[in-house]
């Protein structure tokens, strides 16, 4: 008898394992409540444009992302940076994280030696705490009982480099500050993107709207391996004397295996307390942080390179969404702002010839995730 595989959740996660155990030859039914695949890497409609959940994007390193997007037939559907190139920009000055031809770390050299927002001393001592990172070791318990900021401290980096550098990466790939992330977490992103292979940190991102990217694709290819999906929501995952049962609504599905891929609050709310080995509550005491996204179209260009970063400006990053959106001259909003939501604020009208639209994105945004649009 093949055997029977539920798989909760149809992010991203929830898509690859099912795909994985469909390819295997396993019965597979994947479970997802909204009426699309994609998870939090969705977008919505609104007149015109595609605009996604928030702006995504992925690094060289992310190999199995990767092997996602070669699953799906969807590789030429991302741009993928030949080199790592960042432009930075803030308190009047301009500068650039581009890396060399050379092994790491030394393909950063040039960058860090014309890098304006540090001294030459800083940028000594930065490269010492690089060195120093790469050594640490991840799986030690103490590491992760380290704060990453007290380590930087303890190392000579001082409120401009941790900033200028080290906030300029860890936040946008930790979502988390240094002195709110443990160093084994932190050295563990730094070691795998940029400190042991040259080309690990090159930057993705999609060329279309994550929907079609993720979703859509999904579906197609879960279809094609002989999964079946259904859009319903589970209410209870419980062990059965056939192994387990996955409730929806007022329907029940038989499964020899459960995989959950939900976010860890569902997941404790679905799972019976002994399904995993955690402590009560585990799912809050993870805790969590929030992205904020500012979606703008402009009526002409105000931005030359598809991605820029921020230094010393609450404007962390800004992507030029204008092709991935779908934007046309023709229709759609003008002078539209939007929240990560079909609901939010925008008016609709022609757009002029030349429109261009870029999204704002900035991590741990507990300052920010309250205020209204307006004032966003």
């Known amino acids: ?65 990767l092997a996602l997007l070669d699953r799906l037939g969807m590789r030429e559907s991302v741009r993928l940076q030949p080199r790592l190139d960042i432009p930075v920009s803030g308190a009047g000055r301009v500068g650039r994280l581009r890396r060399l031809p050379l092994p ?81 977490l932190a050295a563990t992103v730094f070691q795998i993107g940029l400190l042991t292979d040259s080309d690990a940190a090159d930057i993705g991102w999609s060329r279309i709207p994550l929907r079609q990217l993720h979703g859509d ?59 995993v080995g955690l402590p009560a509550n585990w799912a809050a005491a993870l805790g969590s942080s929030p992205i904020v996204n500012i979606h703008v179209v402009y009526d002409r260009p105000v931005m030359d390179e598809p991605l820029r970063a921020g230094v010393g400006t609450v404007v962390q990053w800004v992507f030029d969404r204008t092709d991935a959106s779908g934007l046309r001259t023709e229709a759609g909003p003008r002078g539209a702002a939007a929240t990560d939501g079909p609901g939010a604020a925008g008016a609709a009208g022609p757009l002029p010839a030349g429109a261009q639209y870029l999204a704002v994105s900035v991590s741990a945004a507990d300052a920010f995730v309250d205020r209204p649009v307006a004032d966003l």
Request: charged letters at 20%; hydrophobic letters at 45%; aromatic letters at 8%.
């Open 1 to 65: 008898m093949t055997a029977r595989v539920a798989v909760v959740g149809g992010g991203l996660a929830g898509i690859t394992a099912a795909l994985r155990c469909a390819d295997a030859g396993y019965a597979v039914r994947l479970f997802e409540s909204r009426p699309w695949l994609g998870g939090l890497t969705h977008s919505f409609p609104r007149g015109a444009l595609w605009i996604d959940n928030g702006q995504h994007v992925f690094l060289r390193c992310c190999d199995r992302y």
């Open 104 to 184: 790491a770390p030394l393909h950063l050299s040039w960058a860090l030696l014309r890098y304006p927002w540090l001294s030459p001393g800083a940028r000594v001592r930065f490269v010492r705490t690089a060195l120093a990172l790469r050594a640490v070791d991840t799986t030690d318990p103490r590491t992760d009982a380290t704060s990453f900021g007290d380590w930087l401290r303890a190392h000579g980096q001082d409120r401009d480099a941790v900033d200028s550098l080290w906030d300029l990466v860890g936040i946008a790939t930790l979502n988390a500050r240094a002195d709110d992330v443990s160093l084994a």
């Open 217 to 275: 694709a999904g579906q197609a290819a879960l279809t094609a391996a002989g999964a079946t999906v259904s859009h319903e929501k589970v209410t209870a995952v419980r062990r059965s004397e056939a192994g387990w049962s996955v409730h929806t609504g007022d329907s029940e599905f038989a499964a020899d295996v459960v995989v959950s891929a939900v976010p860890p609050p569902a997941a404790q709310a679905l799972l019976p307390p002994d399904a």
